[in-house]
């Protein structure tokens, strides 16, 4: 073997290995992510651990799971952001009490739209795809992966407030949480009265039958 020869085969080879590394890195779901991603993964890891507990698992725990599950979410939900952007134009109409109030009643209604749905996590998939930013604007992609291989995708949409990162809307299988409730919302206040949402809002949330506010649908079932 010459000289020449040994040294091309040389190059080619660290030019396969640096190839191969690059592509395990830019695998889907491994670790070359931003900040965001890593803050709405750990978030994530700990609402799994909590509903993994078994100490928590009992009906006798409900309360308590719930409890830890609400101030896991609210660390990295912004939801005085995600009232505001469902309000839209509204929101300036609003007081300062008004608002105040409508963020807690809109977490409440959110709490009670998906709290279900978070505790009927059996041991699905969740695979983080990419990260795209703009400034302090941030969309973590990920998507679950049911047991009959049902794909969900859902994307976390971000804002930075100093080195966090806040969750101001979340997009699932398409659907924005935030347009969706816009939607709703604008359609009560232009057809009746902000007094009027509150009061349907409130009926939501304390589960009355037949109150008009929903969540979006999962096309997967």
Do not use: H
Not at 10 to 19: E, F, S
Not at 70 to 93: A, C, H, I, P, Q
Request: hydrophobic share 35%; with cysteine; proline share 2%.
């Amino acid at each position: 073997m010459t000289a020449k020869y040994s040294d091309v085969r040389c190059r080619w080879k660290t030019l396969v290995l640096v190839g191969a590394v690059v592509g395990i890195l830019w695998t889907p779901g491994l670790s070359l992510a931003g900040s965001a991603t890593d803050q709405v993964k750990g978030t994530v890891d700990q609402v799994l651990k909590i509903l993994t507990d078994p100490a928590l698992k009992s009906a006798q725990k409900t309360k308590e799971r719930r409890a830890k599950l609400r101030k896991t979410v609210l660390e990295r939900f912004d939801f005085s952001e995600m009232s505001k952007r469902s309000m839209g134009l509204y929101w300036n109409e609003r007081t300062s009490e008004e608002r105040t109030k409508f963020v807690g009643l809109f977490t409440d209604l959110l709490e009670r739209a998906y709290i279900d749905r978070v505790e009927g996590y059996t041991g699905e998939q969740i695979l983080y795809l990419e990260e795209t930013a703009d400034g302090n604007y941030s969309e973590v992609r990920t998507k679950i992966v049911t047991k009959r291989n049902q794909e969900i995708p859902i994307y976390y949409r971000l804002q930075k407030a100093d080195a966090k990162w806040e969750v101001y809307d979340i997009v699932v299988e398409g659907v924005s949480l935030v347009n969706n409730y816009r939607t709703q919302f604008s359609k009560i206040i232009r057809t009746s009265s902000y007094q009027d949402l509150v009061k349907k809002m409130q009926a939501k949330v304390e589960g009355e039958e037949g109150a008009e506010i929903g969540a979006p649908k999962s096309k997967v079932r």
